[in-house]
């Protein structure tokens, strides 16, 4: 079994780099409003029995850089080097992920859209998306593919979110959703996890503003 301190500073260097580079991206598009969202990348191989991944730190001002935005963390969601900071609150949704997919990078954000969407499907717990070709950017390639993204509950004990991940995660559908809070999504890597949370964005405007033109409003 692994252990973390195989990792050199300068691979430790490379994961905060590219989740620095993802984080200043995101928050130029207004991702990360009142301190929300939080990202991730692993760091060596994936091994269901040991792996470790760096986090952003939690309640952090996400559209400013400091020297102490991120940390590493293992598949528990306990730090792997001795720090005063703390593991974004939602890590224990992260390891779950990271444990069920062996993704490469897990991101998280809040959006109207995503927020709205979910609530509007909660009672099937699930939203439907149709041929819209988008769905290509999740790595899908049908012709007229249909997909549900999953819809999961939100309790302030993330732990208590955690089995419904467990459950509900669909193969093929590199994301899901948490009732009123937002939309994780991941990737083999930071590059794929990007594409994905991009499209589930789309999408859930697309579905939203057609929503809204079926009931004759706009
Ligand atoms: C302050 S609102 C957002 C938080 O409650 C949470 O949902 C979130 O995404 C950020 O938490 P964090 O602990 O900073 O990773
Ligand atoms: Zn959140």
Sequence with gaps: MSSFEQFTLEQKQQSFDELRDVKQLFASRSWFPGTS??????IGDFDPEQFYFAITASGKDKTVNTPEDFLFVDKHGQACE???LRPSAETLIHCEIYRLTGAGAIFHIHSVFNNVISEYFWDRKSVPVDG???IKGLNNWEEEAHIEIPIVSNFADISKIVPEVTERLQPGVPGILLRKHGIYAWGANAFEAKRHIEAFEFIFEYVYRLELLKKGMS
């Design 37 to 42: 969202g939080n990202l991730s990348v692993r």
């Design 82 to 84: 001795k720090t005063n």
């Design 132 to 134: 819209v070709e988008l």
